[in-house]
């Protein structure tokens, strides 16, 4: 799912949506990021049989391919409420040049990985430095059986990208970026 500032439908939505369509996704649009996308000129060739209408369902289907719904939303507030409500609630994802923003984004949303302008594709165990992913949990309480303190205590995972341009999974691995994996012992969120 894909959420666009309602400010930002005749300037970046159309950068990305051209983008978007030329690597061929279907996009299910709301009503704003579809009238917009009459402003592309020259339309892409694929305009007509890659976008169609959203509908509620949309935004409540994890795809599982090369489709995407999007959706405009006139503030910070609302897409942390449509996210707290249509999410997974595994990973969520901002693209902000606001500290503010980010800061009030991770604190608002409620998915076991927030993360400020990086791409979802490392929310992994092995990215995580846990290993081989060997299941995904969004519950709250995932214990069953006696438990201690420990086994009560859930995790949310933030992660901010200190790149300009923000981080993308492909740039890491072998011969290439490095995970910098470090604990930070704090009370507080560093951001």
């Known amino acids: 799912m894909l959420i666009v500032h309602e400010s930002r439908l005749n300037d970046l939505w159309l950068s990305v949506a051209k983008a978007l369509l030329a690597e061929n996704v279907q996009l299910h649009c709301d009503a ?58 595994h990973t969520d994802s901002i693209v902000t040049e606001s500290e503010e923003a980010a800061s009030i984004f991770c604190r608002g949303v409620d998915s076991a990985g927030t993360f400020v302008n990086a791409s979802t594709r490392f929310a992994d165990g092995f990215r995580y430095g846990f290993g081989t992913e060997v299941g995904i949990s969004t519950g709250r309480i995932h214990a069953r059986g006696p438990v201690g303190l420990e086994g009560l205590v859930i995790y949310k995972f933030i992660m901010r990208s200190k790149d300009k341009k923000g981080h993308i999974v492909g740039e890491f691995g072998t011969g290439k970026k490095q995970f910098k994996h470090k604990p930070i012992d704090t009370t507080i969120v560093p951001f």
Not at 57 to 71: G, P, R
Not at 79 to 89: E, G, K, L, P, V
């Open 32 to 89: 704003p990021t579809l009238d917009a996308l009459s402003l592309l000129s020259p339309p892409p060739s694929n305009l007509q049989s890659h976008v169609q209408p959203s509908t509620s369902a949309s935004y409540a289907t994890e795809h599982l391919s090369l489709t995407l719904s999007v959706v405009s939303v006139p503030s910070l507030q609302s897409a942390i409420q449509f996210i707290n409500s249509h999410s997974s609630h």
